[in-house]
């Protein structure tokens, strides 16, 4: 069995009585995939004077690619501190090739404030 990846040449010498030597040119055509990306997160954070993000964790995706060479880099990193509002976190993933895949996933932190009614 021959595996082929990237571009590359490589060359194939087979006894049958006499040599023979096949040169194959491949080029990766196909991109990585990324799987288990994370649904969106929604979280909650009480609003006061100073307060800073919201502390989220998640699991990162896994890559993986016909090659068996890819790299996997993202915009954020689990654990991350997300500041009030939405935030997009994104994963590329790139093999030898230059193929790419991405995905992504947001983060939503919604700000609340909790009034406390006192009565006579």
Same mark, same amino acid.
Do not use: C, Q, W
């Given at each position: 069995?021959?595996?082929?990846?990237?571009?590359r040449s490589i060359q194939v010498l087979h006894d049958f009585m006499y040599h023979l030597l096949f040169t194959f040119n491949y080029t990766d055509m196909e991109p990585p995939t990324i799987s288990n990306v994370p649904d969106d997160i929604n979280r909650?954070?009480?609003v006061t004077a100073g307060s800073g993000g919201v502390e989220v964790t998640w699991t990162r995706p896994t890559e993986a690619d016909n090659s068996g060479y890819v790299t996997l880099t993202s915009?954020?990193?689990?654990?991350? !501190?997300?500041?009030?509002?939405?935030?997009?976190?994104?994963?590329?993933?790139?093999?030898? #090739?230059? !193929?790419? #895949?991405? #995905?992504?996933?947001a983060v939503t932190i919604t700000g609340r404030t909790d009034f406390v009614l006192f009565c006579c």
């Open positions: 069995m021959i595996v082929l990846y990237g571009k909650y954070r009480l915009s954020h990193e689990s654990p991350f !501190n997300f500041p009030l509002g939405e935030t997009i976190v994104s994963y590329t993933a790139r093999d030898d #090739a230059g !193929n790419v #895949a991405m #995905a992504s996933f």
